[in-house]
């Protein structure tokens, strides 16, 4: 059974920093692309970010940009998020997910290109 467990999310002010994590287990985690979507209330889940299996690639969405960083450790399983100038738009619950295939060498953005989901975190930022 593969599990992914997101951490670290909580009430942060604007302009502030949090780093989020999300540790896998039951998934050769090293074979497979990870992302962060979000999904604030009323919305659309968001594509915040993507790293390749192999730390190759990474990619963000237009919101986050310059602002957030994606990063992988392949030995302990684990995909993190730091989350810098922290904006009350960036209000939402974070949810990890890993991709349906292995290797995959391009970055992917879109929900259902992912086939594992966490349970989500909240991360709130107050003005």
């Known amino acids: 059974q593969v599990l992914l467990a997101e951490s670290g999310g909580g009430l942060v002010q604007a302009g502030g920093s949090m780093r989020l994590s999300c540790a896998s287990s039951?998934?050769?985690?090293?074979?497979?692309?990870m992302g962060w979507f979000r999904q604030a209330p009323g919305k659309e889940r968001e594509f915040v970010a993507a790293?390749?299996?192999?730390?190759?690639?990474?990619a963000y969405g237009d919101s986050v940009k310059g602002r957030f960083t994606i990063s992988r450790d392949n030995a302990q399983k684990t995909v993190y998020l730091q989350m810098n100038s922290l904006k009350p738009e960036d209000t939402a619950v974070y949810f990890c997910?890993?991709?349906?295939?292995?290797?995959?060498?391009?970055?992917?953005?879109?929900?259902?290109?992912?086939?594992?989901w966490g349970q989500g975190t909240q991360v709130t930022v107050s003005s």
């Open positions: 790293i390749t299996w192999n730390s190759f690639r990474a």
């Open positions: 039951g998934l050769t985690f090293s074979l497979y692309q």
């Open positions: 997910a890993a991709d349906s295939g292995s290797r995959i060498d391009f970055v992917r953005s879109t929900p259902r290109d992912y086939i594992y």
